[in-house]
């Protein structure tokens, strides 16, 4: 039999409080299989490590229970223990006394009781561990960033300059994201197109990096080190070697769409270069809006091009890339605003959004950076900006803050007055949330000196009146209802997680809130990883976030997946599933059980075998197989028989 | 399916006019109103108090009465009616307590409230079952050149739950106008109160509401409002009276009952003792739209 | 005047009754004002409904039960509908009129209406005016 040794934590007096840890010491002294029992304050403390030690050493220990707090905590500290003595890592077994026992328990008698119980299964379970080893896979070391935005782009920039391939997916014809959208940003009112448009060159010309625009993930197949991405790239119907910018074929295209770069504010052609900066700098031919690309439709951009970059016949692209891990930064997009019909926007064209606002601020938008509205054109001299417009309501649209709001609205008001010197901004807000370095400076600088008059109060209503647009809301602090004659209204928009972000959870499985934002790991301590193993999230695709903390969480998402690409092999834990191939009848039921694709029948020996890299020990086929050939390493039905009746004994 | 009608207290007085043009209406599109009997007042206001059932009992005698005489539906003009009924019903129908307490209450009843007659406003059976369409193909002297602004008030729209259409952004009325031949006006204070039961201890306050209503009305274009709750048409109509006292360039509008409107454009005669029900002469606009 | 708060002021017994005579939680409310600036008589008002709220919160109900918000307000059911947390500001409303109608104290008696504004007023207006006004 098993030597083996119980360490009892008091964790302070988190254990000891409720458990009679003494009592419990000379009561397990004799079980069966316990060669030394001692108990100590704080086990996980380096004395508490070399009390373990030099037990396994002096009394030649088999294996290890250590009672303490949950495994997530302090298994691995453990498990660290056990290997340095010799041991393999797999005798030990945590009896978890705190989080499920004395933490939820007040009698003393009771817990004490459950407590014993506890130790003796984790006891049953280590007579019959076996020694395992993890698991063990190459790793290809290339990255993948989805989405193009400035998180992306931090990712793979940070990436590629550590000397490990890139490739970059983006569903828009350039990349830039949102950010290339923005006039200046928060708070030190830095141009946005001066910062980022470095960084686009940069991914473009990095010899690290290949870039797809027009381009979606359509799957992700493999695992953590192996992934095969297939990539559908929309067919180039310009040639980006060929085109030389000359802009011949958008002045002949007859067609005129709403241009989403401008939030519609403007108008282009079907043939198009998104912004002039874009990247890659090249016409796209959007087919949705194209005539046809028959010639007798219209034929008009081809027959002008003559760098003959044009050509009507190119296809749809399927392209395979084989990575090592995923980067998930696929950004966000404006709450709905026909949502709150009591705005009135659509219905008056001097309501628009703040990304519209954005457009009309920026150098390179539809005014030139004038501030004109758009039903006449005119230069607003009041203007009322709403916060909170779909943010913090649960009973109709968001429940939670959008977190950058508070900020963009001061920056737009500010812009607006530098510009208008003589008009007045209203910012109607519930909450002023400027939690960032210098942000409640740009608050209180704002305040005193540039006029921007703050009103605390949620607007009810926005009508117009002649040519006015009139804003009913209210002043909570000084209780007086508030009407405003604004000549523009800006509704600042809470964030949601991207259309695109939506369809591509769908496609990879990963794990989201009940928002839709990708989920991390862990709230704290995991922020940048995805539950699956091998995604790595970045920007708004997990929350709402501003630059600054996009930036540091893509680099953060970057650091992460750079210690998976600098290892030559990935390890796994080996408390997965295995087959018996004696009992297996080849059903297959399994293999539909199995939430990570793991288990696979073999066509020539019927029997299903489990990829031990994919499989992730959650036990669905074990309980899903009809003649027991499933079986979880280290958690065997007889383990768990002998566990069950330790706790049916009550002894 | 059968449709009774419920009238309330002041389909029969001061709305008499309502009432009338309704049922001509109704007659005329081939689904007759048939009044239950033994109908009595709904209680006017849905009292929200949570653990005051007797305030309930009216509402649910009628509907209890509704179902005896065999009405699938029962269908209201008034909103104020409509909104009461209904939630009345709502609210004791949720809770199986309150469900055996005021069935406790009316044991004199013939039978036990079961909550199965539906309370349907006109202006959704108008759109629903008869539909705008087979309206319009009846509209003889249509209302053309006529700027109408639907006045909903709260009753048709709040709580959400019962609006009988988007509840902050219906259409239905502005629909009905439309194809009735006029014009329907969206205005900013359509949804907004009138200071209802407020016009018997604070008339001042439903002065200013009427003043301001009406003079939304007005700047949006509308040349008549039309509503369908009796205490909206007092406050909108009758205290255009005080408003013109307090108010010096204040100009007056004429306030409808939808179905009047519809009435005239249905090709039935206006009747004269309807001018006397208004307080603004709603005869003059009439005239000069070549209406009657 | 200040309000002097104790842990037995917050949330006393009259605080109670009203949310649950309401079925209301005072403590929902996270001020952003849209009851008032929705509200059609917020400038008739001496507290606005947010204030109302807030005083709940404070447990200040004597200044409420004695204001006049309570019988401006017309329960339009506006505040109710936009209020982001769902939380029924008209019910709270009509839970304070009750508490004041139990105890006979209401703002309506008959005696009080001229004989020319009774001929006037529809039924709809005196019922409704009674059954919310009137102790």
Redesign the interface.
């Known amino acids: 039999m098993k030597k083996i040794g119980v360490f009892i934590c008091h964790c302070g007096i988190n254990i000891k409080d409720t458990v009679d840890v003494e009592r419990l010491t000379i009561e397990l002294e004799n079980y069966p299989g316990v060669a030394y029992i001692e108990n100590y304050m704080f086990m996980c403390s380096d004395p508490g490590q070399n009390h373990i030690q030099d037990a396994i050493r002096e009394n030649k220990l088999d294996g290890v229970v250590v009672a303490a707090c949950s495994p997530t905590l302090h298994e691995s500290t453990f498990q660290a223990v056990l290997k340095e003595s010799g041991l393999n890592e797999y005798q030990m077994e945590i009896a978890n006394i705190r989080e499920q026992c004395s933490w939820v328990h007040t009698d003393i008698e009771q817990a004490t009781h459950k407590a014993k119980l506890i130790i003796k299964t984790a006891i049953e379970k280590l007579k019959l561990n076996e020694s395992l080893y993890p698991v063990s896979a190459p790793v290809t070391k290339k990255a993948l960033v989805i989405g193009g935005g400035i998180s992306g782009i931090q990712a793979a920039l940070d990436i590629a300059d550590a000397g490990f391939e890139v490739i970059m997916v983006e569903k828009k014809p350039s990349i830039g994201g949102h950010m290339i959208q923005l006039s200046e940003t928060f708070p030190t009112l830095d141009c946005s197109q001066c910062i980022l448009t470095p960084k686009m060159v940069a991914i473009n010309k990095h010899k690290n990096i290949k870039l797809y625009v027009n381009s979606e993930v359509e799957s992700i197949d493999g695992y953590i080190g192996n992934f095969n991405v297939k990539i559908k790239q929309k067919a180039l119907y310009v040639d980006p070697h060929k085109c030389n910018l000359c802009d011949d074929c958008t002045e002949v295209c007859p067609v005129l769409v709403p241009n989403e770069q401008e939030e519609g504010l403007s108008w282009r052609k079907a043939i198009y270069i998104p912004f002039p900066q874009a990247i890659p700098a090249t016409y796209t031919l959007d087919l949705e809006n194209c005539l046809g690309l028959e010639p007798i439709a219209c034929g008009k951009c081809r027959e002008k091009c003559t760098a003959e970059a044009i050509n009507y016949d190119a296809a749809d692209m399927i392209i395979e890339e084989e990575v090592g891990a995923v980067i998930i930064a696929t950004g966000f997009d404006l709450y709905p605003v026909e949502n709150i019909p009591?705005y009135g926007y659509g219905k008056y064209p001097d309501v628009i959004t703040s990304l519209q606002f954005e457009r009309i601020l920026s150098a390179t938008g539809p005014t030139g950076g004038e501030i004109y509205r758009p039903s006449d054109g005119k230069v607003p001299k009041e203007i009322v900006f709403v916060q909170?417009s779909g943010s913090?309501?649960?009973?109709?649209?968001l429940s939670y803050c959008s977190k950058i709001c508070c900020m963009y609205t001061l920056k737009h008001a500010k812009l607006y007055k530098h510009k208008v010197h003589n008009g007045q901004p209203y910012i109607f807000y519930?909450d002023i949330r400027a939690g960032g370095k210098l942000y409640e400076e740009f608050v209180q600088q704002a305040v005193s000196e540039e006029g921007i008059l703050y009103i605390?109060?949620?607007?009810?209503?926005i009508y117009k009146e002649g040519d006015k647009m009139i804003v009913?809301?209210?002043?909570?602090l000084s209780?007086k209802?508030?009407e405003i004659k604004a000549d523009l209204v800006v509704l600042a928009m809470g964030i949601v997680p991207s259309e695109g972000s939506h369809d591509l959870v769908k496609t990879l499985k990963i794990n989201t809130d009940d928002k839709g934002f990708l989920s991390e790991a862990h709230p704290k301590l995991r922020p940048v990883e995805s539950l699956q193993a091998g995604f790595y999230l970045a920007g708004t695709s997990q929350g709402p976030r501003d630059i600054p903390d996009s930036v540091s969480q893509a680099s953060g998402a970057a650091a992460k997946a750079l210690i998976l690409l600098s290892s030559d092999k990935i390890y796994h834990s080996p408390i997965i599933a295995s087959v018996d191939e004696d009992l297996c009848s080849g059903c297959a039921i399994c293999v539909g059980t199995c939430p990570y694709g793991a288990r696979e029948l073999n066509e020539v020996s019927k029997v299903v075998e489990v990829n031990e890299i994919l499989c992730e020990g959650c036990g669905a086929c074990i309980s899903a197989c009809p003649s027991g050939a499933a079986q979880q390493k280290n958690l065997t039905d007889d383990q768990i028989d002998n566990m069950i009746q330790i706790i049916a004994s009550g002894k | 399916m059968k449709l009774g009608y419920f009238p309330?207290?002041?389909l029969k007085?001061?709305?008499k006019h309502f009432e009338d043009s309704a049922m001509q209406v109704m007659e005329l599109l081939g689904q007759p109103l048939e009044e239950m009997e033994n109908w009595i007042?709904c209680?006017?206001?849905f009292?929200?108090?949570?653990?005051?059932l007797m305030?309930q009992l009216a509402s649910i005698r009628n509907l209890l009465r509704a179902e005896n005489q065999g009405y699938d539906e029962l269908v209201t003009l008034?909103s104020?009616c409509y909104n009461t009924l209904k939630r009345a019903k709502e609210f004791i129908l949720n809770d199986e307590e309150n469900l055996r307490k005021v069935n406790d209450f009316m044991y004199r009843e013939e039978a036990k409230f079961k909550g199965t007659t539906d309370v349907v406003h006109l202006l959704s059976i108008l759109k629903d079952r008869i539909t705008f369409d087979e309206i319009k193909n009846k509209v003889t002297k249509p209302l053309t050149d006529l700027k109408i602004g639907a006045y909903y008030?709260?009753l048709l729209v709040?709580?959400?739950e019962l609006a009988i259409d988007d509840?902050?952004d219906p259409t239905i009325m502005e629909e009905l106008v439309d194809t009735l031949g006029g014009e329907g006006v969206v205005f900013p204070y359509r949804?907004?109160?009138c200071?209802?039961?407020?016009?018997?201890?604070?008339k001042d306050?439903t002065v200013k509401?009427t003043y301001e209503i009406i003079n939304s009305a007005r700047n949006a274009g509308c040349e008549a409002l039309i509503t369908s709750c009796?205490?909206c048409a007092?406050n909108l109509d009758?205290r255009q009276k005080e408003t013109s006292e307090e108010f010096l360039e204040f100009s007056t509008m004429p306030v409808f009952y939808f179905t009047e409107l519809m009435a005239i454009a249905l090709g039935l005669k206006w009747n004269k003792d309807w001018k006397k029900l208004h307080y603004i002469n709603p005869v003059p606009l009439l005239k000069e739209k070549g209406l009657i | 005047m200040s309000l002097k708060i104790t842990r037995e002021k917050i949330k006393n017994s009259l605080v109670d009754k009203i949310e649950?005579?309401?079925?209301q939680n005072v403590f929902d409310c996270?001020?952003?004002?849209?009851c008032?600036?929705?509200?059609?008589?917020?400038?008739?008002m001496d507290?606005?409904p947010?204030?109302v709220m807030r005083l709940l919160q404070l447990g200040s109900v004597d200044e409420i039960l004695n204001s006049k918000t309570i019988?401006?307000c017309?329960?339009?059911?506006?505040c109710?509908?936009?209020?982001?947390?769902?939380i029924?500001v008209?019910?709270v409303m009509?839970?304070l009129r009750?508490i004041n109608l139990r105890q006979r104290e209401g703002?309506?008696k008959p005696e009080d209406?001229k004989s020319k504004?009774l001929k006037?007023?529809?039924?709809?207006?005196?019922?409704?005016?009674f059954?919310?006004?009137t102790g």
């Open positions: 009591e909170c913090r309501d649960p009973e109709h649209h519930i605390r109060g949620k607007v009810a209503k009913v809301g209210m002043d909570t209780g209802k508030i | 309330g207290c002041t007085t001061n709305a007042c209680g006017t206001v009292s929200m108090t949570t653990d005051d305030l008034c104020m008030g709260c709040r709580p959400k509840f902050e949804l907004e109160c200071g209802a039961y407020q016009t018997v201890t604070e306050v509401r009796p205490l007092f009758q | 649950e005579i309401s079925g996270y001020q952003c004002g849209i008032s600036s929705g509200c059609p008589v917020t400038d008739y507290y606005s947010n204030q019988w401006i017309s329960t339009c059911l506006q109710s509908t936009r209020c982001p947390k769902g029924e008209a019910q009509e839970a009750t703002t309506l209406i504004e006037d007023l529809p039924p709809i207006a005196l019922v409704s005016a059954r919310k006004l």
